[in-house]
């Protein structure tokens, strides 16, 4: 049981990422999660008036379903497979942190500097964030799951691409945009 | 019946999601610092993995559960809208710290500011289909 409650190590969680995508092969799905927002818009009536979200939504119900799961998995892993949410940070990681005012980063699976309601900065950052994960992947084409797992073991070129991007990006929002905005 | 099994795999997906830290802020923020492995062991393992159940699907011709042959799509090949797309995607990683998939897992966990990022996804997928069109390729 310690096992379980204790952070999982890296490469559990590889493997069952791995087998995941398997299982989903193995029922004729590709993994690949930001599809959802597409399904999503469509199901609010984006399809009305936009060619591109003019699709049968039904065919990606298995989808949503494993969104619901990932949801209920977070659920029961902080109430049940948990004996705390602390991260076991490099405390270079935490010192830089603090230096940007996230204090005790690590304590919390969460910074609740950032992820917050009542702070009108923090919820204007994490709607730009929204934004930017909402337009990015369907930009690309794909997530970290559609284009980082599932496309580069298909070994596809545009999927590397598309995660050179990824890196790019947060690379240039940590070292160039946090020093702004924190 | 199915859709039991797509649940299932979604359990399984975000308690790995959750327990392996991969839908924590600080360990994206820690990734983008260089200043550990675990993510990039994380995605290596998966990837190393992936690349081989696919080689062997593909040379072994496995079939899915259904019986039906299994179909693996060659994306376009194309630069701009892959690099760019996921330039843009990878400042909303860094920022928000999750990914499409964690996002759901931290509404579970009970990460409701979390709720903000979702809709806004949405509405950034919104946006992008709008205006696609516009958009270089």
């Not at chain 1, 087998?19 to 609010?44: A, D, P, Q």
């Not at chain 1, 500097?113 to 990015?136: M, N, Y």
């Not at chain 2, 959750?18 to 998966?46: D, N, T």
Request: charged share 10%; with cysteine.
């Amino acid at each position: 049981m310690e096992l379980i409650c204790g952070p999982w190590p890296w490469y559990t969680s590889g493997i069952l990422i791995a087998f995941v995508m398997f299982l989903l092969l193995m029922n004729g799905k590709y993994f690949g999660v930001s599809s959802n927002l597409r399904t999503l818009c469509t199901i609010c009536g984006a399809g009305n008036k936009i060619d591109f979200f003019k699709f049968d939504w039904k065919a990606q119900k298995w989808n949503l379903f494993l969104i619901t799961g990932a949801a209920i998995g977070g659920f029961i892993a902080v109430n049940f497979l948990s004996a705390d949410t602390n991260i076991a940070l490099n405390p270079k990681t935490i010192e830089t942190l603090d230096v940007l005012g996230f204090k005790d980063a690590g304590a919390n699976y969460l910074p609740t500097e950032l992820f917050r309601f009542d702070s009108v900065k923090s919820v204007l950052l994490l709607a730009l964030g929204g934004l930017f994960i909402g337009f990015g992947t369907r930009y690309a084409g794909g997530c970290t799951s559609g284009h980082a797992i599932s496309g580069l073991s298909n070994l596809q070129l545009p999927s590397l691409i598309a995660v050179l991007g990824f890196f790019a990006g947060g690379l240039a929002m940590i070292h160039l945009v946090f020093p702004l905005i924190f | 019946m199915k859709s039991i099994s797509y649940l299932t795999i979604g359990i399984l997906f975000g308690v790995t999601m959750l327990k392996s830290e991969a839908a924590s802020w600080f360990r994206i923020y820690e990734m983008f610092q260089f200043q550990s492995f675990h993510m990039y062991g994380i995605i290596g393992i998966s990837v190393l993995l992936g690349t081989l159940i696919i080689a062997l699907i593909k040379k072994f011709n496995i079939k899915a559960f259904d019986g039906s042959p299994i179909v693996f799509h060659k994306k376009d090949i194309s630069f701009k809208r892959y690099f760019f797309g996921g330039l843009i995607f990878g400042l909303g990683w860094a920022l928000a710290g999750a990914c499409p998939g964690p996002m759901f897992t931290l509404v579970g966990a009970g990460f409701f500011p979390i709720l903000i990022v979702i809709v806004f996804a949405v509405f950034g997928t919104y946006l992008y289909g709008r205006f696609k069109d516009k958009l270089p390729h």
